[in-house]
């Protein structure tokens, strides 16, 4: 009984914290982001309809009953939680998925050689949107060479693979639905899909730069993780892309960051 309560807590909790359910803290939460939040933050949460506000899950901890720490504690740092009937919660800062398969980009910006980024995909856990990315880095008739990282917000995320747009705004690839939305966002690296305002998906995606974009949980869909391979330029290159010079107001880069080759690699 008390696991089944906590687990219900549990997305209340992590998103507000104890003191979100008084009007005063959640007046003082809102007023927290609205002086300290970047606009570039504020310019991706308006964009993407999210609803930021302060992590405050660890002092919630702190301020429920000892045996309910207890328990949460045991929810939280196992390797996996039952979230619902459509599978399980997983935590890829604990537990990194499977990778299934590998494919890479290749990268060219500014006065850099082009450089070669690794992306592992979770095809066990995200068999759809795994097969959509995989046949858009094989090289056919549609694929993301020749596309750009469109979108660059600093210490947030680089976006990119709109196939037909330079600006992001939409994509020719095929639209379809994502698998699901269980792989949290607590790992910098991780590769999702952007969301339509339906809520299907394209071919365009996103790359975390932060382990923490709970943001991101249970909205959009991961389902790949740069690697760190050798010969590669792994995190070292998406941090380099992140740091470029955007222009106003999509922060999209001055200068062209095209994604120059692709392909797939055995695993």
């Known amino acids: 009984m008390m696991r089944s309560s906590l687990l219900l807590l549990l997305p209340v909790l992590?998103?507000?914290?104890?003191?979100?359910?008084?009007?005063?803290?959640?007046?003082?939460?809102?007023?927290?982001i609205s002086r300290h939040a970047s606009p570039s933050t504020k310019l991706f949460a308006h964009e993407n309809n999210v609803q930021l506000d302060r992590r405050s899950f660890a002092k919630s901890i702190a301020s429920i009953s000892t045996a309910a720490s207890a328990s949460m504690a045991?929810?939280?740092?196992?390797?996996?939680?039952?979230?619902?009937?459509?599978?399980v919660i997983i935590d890829p800062s604990l537990d990194l998925p499977k990778v299934t398969n590998k494919v890479y980009l290749?990268?060219?910006?500014?006065?850099?050689?082009?450089?070669?980024?690794?992306?592992?995909?979770?095809?066990?856990?995200?068999?759809?949107?795994?097969?959509?990315?995989l046949s858009l880095c094989s090289n056919g008739d549609v694929s993301y060479a020749g596309t750009t990282f469109y979108r660059v917000i600093s210490d947030m995320t680089i976006q990119g693979g709109?196939?037909?747009?330079?600006?992001?705004k939409s994509s020719s690839s095929a639209i379809l639905q994502p698998d699901n939305f269980n792989i949290k966002h607590t790992k910098a690296g991780l590769v999702s899909a952007v969301r339509n305002k339906d809520g299907s998906i394209d071919s365009r995606f996103f790359i975390q730069t932060k382990d923490d974009a709970g943001w991101a949980?249970?909205?959009?869909?991961?389902?790949?993780?740069?690697?760190?391979?050798?010969?590669?330029?792994?995190?070292?290159?998406?941090?380099?892309?992140s740091k470029v010079d955007v222009k106003a107001p999509q922060n999209n880069p001055k200068d062209p960051?095209?994604?120059?080759?692709?392909?797939v690699l055995e695993v």
Do not use: W
């Not at 998103?15 to 927290?32: K, L, M």
């Not at 960051?257 to 392909?263: D, E, K, Q, S």
């Open 14 to 32: 992590c998103t507000y914290g104890v003191a979100g359910f008084s009007p005063v803290h959640q007046r003082r939460n809102t007023n927290f």
């Open 74 to 87: 045991l929810i939280t740092n196992s390797q996996s939680a039952f979230a619902d009937d459509e599978g």
């Open 106 to 133: 290749d990268v060219k910006f500014g006065n850099y050689k082009t450089k070669r980024m690794v992306i592992g995909l979770f095809g066990d856990v995200m068999p759809k949107t795994t097969e959509n990315f």
């Open 162 to 168: 709109a196939i037909g747009s330079s600006t992001g």
């Open 217 to 241: 949980d249970e909205r959009y869909a991961a389902f790949g993780i740069v690697m760190e391979e050798e010969g590669t330029a792994g995190m070292d290159l998406v941090k380099k892309i």
């Open 257 to 263: 960051v095209t994604i120059v080759g692709c392909g």
